[in-house]
């Protein structure tokens, strides 16, 4: 994830102005979605380290190969 995508408010994510926009209705049912979705977070934080991982490990290659290389 690049870094300007990492740590959005709520009202980002719902591409709202700060402050005014997080009482648009828009804004507050993402808000109520997010908080009362039966989910668990377990296989969610799971997936997302997994991926985090994988994207490790590919610029470890990526490296390796530069040095490699020189």
Do not use: C, Y
């Amino acid at each position: 994830m690049a870094p300007r995508e990492r740590n959005k408010t709520l009202t980002a994510l719902a591409e709202a102005e700060p402050v005014i926009g997080a009482t648009h209705r828009e804004v507050q049912r993402l808000q109520w979605f997010l908080s009362e979705s039966p989910w668990e977070h377990e296989p969610i934080n799971d997936q997302r380290r997994a991926a985090g991982d994988r994207h490790v490990a590919a610029l470890r290659n990526l490296f390796i190969l530069f040095t490699a290389d020189r």
